[in-house]
């Protein structure tokens, strides 16, 4: 999934002058069966040499034997089926990209890097896709039966503020492509941490939990917001403005739908 920078492929410049006169290993393929061997071939080439391939087959096959533990329900178990098949699929494609940025352009280029950082950001949007595919699969194991089958089921505050933090992230997202300082996960307008921790601790506040349990999860996200500081990450400013956006979101998110 990772993308990595191009670099020159020293073999292929040595060999540019004969390849016209070495004939080619690869033929155009004939018929269904030759289509279907390509297309196998290519699942296996991208295993032997994509490391996350091989980590999304092994996680694949350990779900697909749990669902079987876990005596899932046809609907569940399609759901985790759809999980699977899209994460190998933007595998696949990622690594395609990559291996065509690497053929147009075996040296480094800017735009060649933004491709693979793109393809890679692909896998990661649907790796997260998965899980919540997954989490909707198992609900029944987290909730009652009652609740896991209402139309409410989307408004719990477990629920809600898992949404309220996927929208605060997004938020986050969007504000820093457009004020284009710091990096995703390192400084920035503004801080992404504090806005997730600020989103968490408010969500306490709405669950039945004792008052020491909410002064605890406030606290916890306090501290998540000074270290930012004390590590030089994020100005006060930048950590103020995303326990604002955290804090505010979520509170809007539970006062509409909870």
Partial sequence: MTSEPTRPNESTKASGSTKASEPSEFTKPRGFVGSLNCAIEGILWAVKTQRHMLFHLL??????????FLRLTLHEFALLALAITLVLFAELVNTAIEVTVDLVSPDFHPLAQRAKDV???AVLLA????MVLG??????????A??????DFM???????????VIVVLLVVLIKARVGRGTPLHGGMPSGHAGIAFSIAT?????EVGLLVILLAW???????QSRVLLGVHSFTEIVAGSLLGILTTLVMHLMFH
Avoid: P
């Fill in 219 to 225: 606290l916890l996200a306090g501290l998540v917001a």
């Fill in 135 to 144: 989490y909707l699969a198992l609900s029944r194991f987290f909730f009652v």
């Fill in 127 to 130: 790796s997260v896709g998965a």
């Fill in 119 to 121: 393809a890679a950001g």
């Fill in 203 to 207: 969500s306490v506040a709405f669950a």
């Fill in 59 to 68: 996680a694949a096959i350990l779900v697909l034997v749990g669902a079987l």
């Fill in 146 to 151: 009652e609740v896991s089958v209402t139309h």
């Fill in 155 to 165: 408004r719990t505050t477990g629920n809600v503020a898992v949404i309220s933090v």
